[in-house]
């Protein structure tokens, strides 16, 4: 059984299921790329064809949006006699009364000085570090199946839980 993750942001108008047969069939033919997936959605008949913004108006100003946060993310202030400590400008906080969807980009000063900003700044914080979690987890269960170094990726999972006690701890006040 499959289903989408919680921060897929896309139509879900095809079948996770269907999604994972229509992947399997573009491997046999190479390798699983974007490309291949934009490629093979692009007729209207196609499968995934419903996944995807095919306005190029509309699917432009979505990557110009995507460019606009990376850009936000981009700068940082310098410090320290070499300038080599970089500090984020801004930081993202998801939005208490959702009238921005996506969150928005508040100055890390005024982050650091508000509470609730803190506290939604921290949860965000939270949700990296699952998704993190996440992905070194399936990285021990390869090594597991590969005979790899298990113990090093045993060692990292430790840290995510020290980590994530530490954060408790931040959050409790």
Known sequence: MYRYRRTYRGPRTVSPELVVTEFERLRLDGALTAQCV????????AVLHPEFKWDDAVAADEY?????????RAI??????????????????????ETEP???YV??????????????????????LSAAEHRFAELRKMAEIRGGKVEVLVIITQGFAAVRGAMELLKAG
């Open 102 to 104: 996506m969150g928005k």
């Open 38 to 45: 934009c490629d093979a959605a692009r007729p209207e008949s």
């Open 76 to 97: 940082v202030v310098i410090s320290g006699d070499d300038h080599s400590e970089a500090q984020s400008v801004y930081v993202h906080v998801a939005d208490e009364d």
């Open 107 to 128: 100055p890390l000063i005024t982050v650091a000085e508000d509470e609730a900003q803190f506290a939604r700044a921290l949860a965000e914080a939270q949700r990296y």
């Open 64 to 72: 110009r949006l995507v460019q606009a946060r990376q850009l936000i």
